[in-house]
Each structure stands twice: as C-alpha cells, then as structure tokens.
C-alpha cells in the first residue's frame, strides 16, 4: 500500500535560517510521483515540485531545493534562508502510477517562521 | 479565472440536511479529485474522476456521499442526511491527462454541520 509519512509536526526556525522538512515514503509500484504542496494560511493548496521515480536528480529553484534518494525512500525539502512569508503547512504526497490516480499525502509539517 | 473554483466557499448546514458542493476544473484538465481536510490533517482521498466517469470512489466513507459530473468538466458532490462528523474543508483538484502531471487545487469549501 502507499503511505506518506512526515515526522516533523511543527517546526519553529527564524528568520534566514535554514530548515529541512522530511518526507518518507511507502510504495509498492515502480513507477511513482512525488510532489510537494505549501498551505498557507488562506488554504489553498499550492503545488511546489513534482518528482518521478525514474529521477534522482536534486532540484533547485531559488531558496527551495529538494533531495529525492528512493535508497531510503526520502524526498526531503530544504528552505534555504527561511523568511516569514515561508510560514505555512508543508505536504509531501504520492501518487502511484499502476495502482491508481490518487494522491496519498502525509499528515503536513507546520512551519513557523519567526521575525 | 485560470484556477479550479470551488463554490460556495462556506457552507453551513443543520444535522440531517442535504448539500452540494461544486467545483470548477481549469478548462481541458480531463481528471478532476475530491479530497476531505479535517483540522490539522492532510488530504483525505474521496473519489477521482477521468472524463465523466468515476474512475475510483474507493475514498467515499459510506453511502451518504456522491458525486458526478455529467460533462465532463464541473462535478457536484453530494452528501445527504449530513452528519456533525462531516463538517471539513472540501478540497477539489484538477490535472491534465498522462502520468507525469500535477493537481491543481480550489480554495475548498468549509462545510460546518451544526
């Protein structure tokens, strides 16, 4: 079965630090899709990065960079000097590509960025 | 608008009542999802639709719940006999067919059951 865990509840940093949000997940197919959501305080889900299991590659856009190693099953998310606009809850989530079109997301991590 | 719209963006309803609750996919985004958010938690999966099918309603918690679209492009979701367990924030997404795509999601629906 598939299953997204996210360990981190709650996460506090200030500003400009840097913070890693972990992702660990569970999948019986070959073929999967990891993706990374940020929800603000309004609610909407805003789609951040998607993944394929066949690329490992790291991914950097600006401040945010991923790091997918399917060796642990991780695809961990790094705010790189944090800013209070970054506050929010981050999901991790899966979608497996011969077992059906959900997305499985894990429970969230709330990050906290403080001034 | 571009994004997927939902509507209405609060609904309260009394116990036992019955409910719709709509969404507007982005124009061409031939699958379209209904999750559940409860307070604190992730998405909850409900049912996904490819065209104007349901492909999996595998996340339907019981019979009370249902959802079509009949064209293809808006879907209803529908919950009778509402329950206080009910209330949450529905969250609609849409995608473009083929594997390598993501969801784009509406700003959700809080439902308050009372």
């Known amino acids: 079965a598939q299953k997204v865990t996210q360990a981190q509840t709650e996460i506090s940093v200030v500003e400009k630090e840097d913070v890693t949000l972990d992702c660990v997940y569970e999948t019986r197919d070959t073929t999967y899709y990891l993706f990374w959501y940020k929800q603000p305080p309004s609610g909407e889900l805003v789609f951040l990065i998607r993944?394929?299991?066949?690329?490992?590659q790291n991914e950097i856009s600006g401040r945010y960079s991923w790091n997918f190693q399917k060796s642990t099953s991780s695809f961990n998310f790094t705010i790189t000097a944090s800013q209070v606009v970054d506050s929010a809850v981050y999901f991790c989530a899966l979608r497996e590509d011969n077992y059906g079109q959900n997305f499985v997301f894990g429970p969230g991590t709330r990050l906290s960025v403080l001034p | 608008g571009a994004g997927v719209s939902q509507t209405p963006s609060n609904k309260v309803t009394e116990k036992g009542k019955y409910v719709e609750l709509r969404c507007d996919p982005i124009?061409?985004?031939?699958?379209l999802y209904w999750y559940r958010q409860s307070l604190g938690q992730g998405p909850e999966f409900l049912i996904y639709f490819q065209g104007t099918g349901a492909a999996d309603d595998s996340g339907l918690p019981n019979d009370r719940f249902f959802a079509v679209r009949p064209e293809g492009s808006v879907s209803t979701l529908k919950i009778q006999r509402t329950e206080r367990g009910d209330s949450a924030v529905y969250l609609c997404a849409s995608r473009l067919t083929g594997s390598n795509t993501e969801a784009f999601f509406g700003q959700g629906t809080r439902l308050t059951v009372v």
């Open positions: 124009s061409g985004h031939t699958a």
């Open positions: 993944r394929n299991s066949f690329d490992e």
